[in-house]
């Protein structure tokens, strides 16, 4: 079956350190998102992605990064991990204009 | 910008009884999607129900239920004969129904999420 994968699940790094997170989907879906959630905000856009070779800012970039060389990946990295980034990260990915999105299982994602 | 917003931050409710959670949203749109989506501890993000703002007809799935209020910006979430299983948060989202210069779409914006707590 198609699904969307997240890697790894549970995450702890350091203040200042280089991470990143991986998400793959086998459903060869143009669109992909990732997203943190917090407690009080819900879940707020990072950056997103409608294809290979492209990547957009959503509300809450600051401190992130991505890349989009297939179809499959929409890898999220973390150039410096600050404490502020501690949150859980889901990735989503979805066919076109105005079909459903499928999200991942989510990174809880540590910075001490 | 569209905004979400739920203003209940936990609600309880006794097995087999209804509950109704709010959503309200802020939009200049005239065309969207109003989701609900379920995360039970594991953390899944499960699609409940969806609704089109074109349709007048509030969408139904099963003992799930909305009242959408468009003119109101109102986007409730009925849960009928609840059961132990529904037990998780709710998040209320807005989606755009079009392409408004190519950054637009497929884009979800989330209320804070509900806390349900399902009484035996």
């Known amino acids: 079956d198609a699904e969307i994968t997240q890697s790894p699940r549970h995450k702890i790094t350091e203040t200042g350190r280089q991470v990143t997170l991986a998400c793959h989907q086998t459903w060869n879906h143009n669109n992909m998102f990732w997203y943190r959630q917090d407690l009080g905000h819900g879940l707020r856009l990072i950056h997103y992605s409608y294809g290979v070779q492209d990547t957009n800012k959503g509300e809450v970039s600051d401190g992130y990064s991505v890349s989009r060389s297939n179809t499959e990946d929409l890898p999220l990295t973390l150039e410096s991990a600050a404490s502020s980034q501690t949150s859980v990260y889901f990735c989503?990915?979805?066919?076109?204009?105005?079909?459903?999105?499928?999200f991942g299982q989510g990174t809880r994602l540590t910075v001490v | 910008a569209q905004t979400v917003t739920q203003s209940q931050p936990e609600m309880s409710v006794q097995e087999a009884e209804t509950v109704t959670l709010s959503c309200t949203y802020d939009t200049s749109e005239s065309d969207y999607y109003l989701f609900w989506y379920k995360q039970p501890p594991s953390r899944q993000m499960i699609l409940v129900i969806r609704q089109e703002a074109y349709k007048q007809q509030n969408a139904t799935e099963n003992r799930f239920s909305v009242n959408f209020q468009k003119a109101a910006k109102s986007f409730s979430l009925k849960i009928s004969d609840s059961q132990l299983g529904d037990a998780a948060m709710y998040f209320c989202a807005y989606r755009s129904a079009f392409n408004a210069g190519g950054t637009s779409y497929g884009k979800l914006t989330f209320g804070q999420g509900t806390i349900l707590t399902v009484h035996p």
């Open positions: 989503a990915s979805s066919a076109g204009m105005n079909t459903e999105a499928f």
